[in-house]
């Protein structure tokens, strides 16, 4: 039988998995609804919007992430003076950086028209919708610290559950103005900034319940730690920088060297494998709270367990919807979609979602760069990446027509080459293993996505399905099918008995309650 850590974690990607397909289903109703009423062009800057969150981000990512680890390690360790002079000068800096913010903000919103090609009769409402987005970033940048707290006492499905009720507000208002007031796009804005109020009220409650002794004070802001943050931090910034290189720019190059259609389309594409990258990120997560707890006590053996543990899960759950989008995607976007292109979006799908599926097992070990604070060689061979990521793209758009596909296909060609070359020996060696200790699984997990994709292909020929209950029949056997072989081939008789067991315990208390 598994630990209780193990079944804090099998409850966690439980809960994480019934969010997921609670957003699933939202996003399936609401989705099109939005970008048939809106259209792609406008519905392009809701995710330019939050890729300039992420620019922003850069400035606080590096020294809020080695800040926040130290945090969960004496948290681990009750170290609870520390944690309250760590906790307090990140607050610090979160809130004047912020401050600082504030103004180049509005500056940039209001003259948005000087950078972007933005369709003048939908101006005012994309300036509201980014004001709104902007404003979640300052209130997420001053409270992130908080969720340290959950992370640290190994209750991550309490964070899944405070998105997933914060999830439902937001919907709950875009659907309120769907039906009652008429659509605008800045209404996804103000469900956001709704939610991301909620959200981080929730991550303070925990951290005041959890670890009421931890004090927030002018007197336990200390300068040190705040250069102890810069100095570790500045590599964690270097590799923000490369991943906004990589696929944090696709929009605004679509933008700007295509047109405001192109990068709506790249949008649209960008929803299905952003939704199923993001499930499976989060579920890497919940075997965080072990790793440090791991890291904190010198345990790098059971660190290397616990790694290629989550990667087995990792690659059951990133290759059964990558297998599924293959073999179901075209009818699935005819139907969902019926006035776009159809073929467009789901070929720019699969080349984003087949990046992120063959990457998404490699999670863990990008999370163990931080938690052993082996950032810097990590960090500046991802500046490399990003920056030839770049080059190679701005070659192919500018000078042979590549459209689209260059943004996408670029990308995803590199990132298979960097994750083989470097993120695997490179994360062996950490765990002072051999460097071909992850080979193993990452090819099990290509032959995986071949297989799995062979089956939703065969059975999508033999159903042909027309209607969303033909489509929801060939997915539901598709997906036990393979669930069952990857399973199977993954995971150890005793491992699969023990999460039924597990899952089935859960289930119960859930009906009780």
Known sequence: MFSSNTKQKYIGILIQSISFFLNALISFVISPLIITKL????????????????YIQVFVVGVNTMINRLIIIYLHKEGFKEVSQYLSTVIFYNILLSIIFIPIIIWGVLNITSFLNIPINSLTDIQILWGFLLLCFIIDTIMQPFSTAVIAKNKFELNTICEMVGNILKVSIIMFSLYYIGVNVWIIGFGSFIYSIYYNWSMKHYMKKFYPYVKIALANIKLKVLKEGFLSGIWITTTKISQIFTSGLDLLLANLFLNDLSMGILAVAKIIPSFISNFFISISFLFNPEIYEMYAKSMFEEMAITLKESMRFLIMISTIPCALLIGFGSNFYNMWLPDQNSNLLYILSILILFNSCFTGPLQPIYQLYTVAGKVKLNSIIMLIYGVLSLFLTYIFLKYFNGGLYAISGVSLVLSLLFSLLFHAPFGAKIIKKEWWYF???????FMLLILSSII??????????????????????????????????LFRKEEMVSIAIIIKNKMKGLRKS
């Not at 080979?439 to 997990?445: A, E």
């Not at 939703?456 to 069952?484: D, E, M």
Request: charged share 5%; with cysteine.
């Open 439 to 445: 080979y193993g699984l990452l090819f099990k997990s």
């Open 39 to 54: 259209g792609e062009e406008v519905y392009g800057f809701v995710g330019l919007a939050t890729n300039f969150v992420s």
């Open 456 to 489: 939703c292909s065969i059975i999508n020929i033999l159903i042909n399905p027309h209607t969303y209950l033909q489509l929801f029949t060939g997915f539901t056997i598709s997906g036990f099918l393979c669930l069952v072989i990857e399973m199977l081939l």
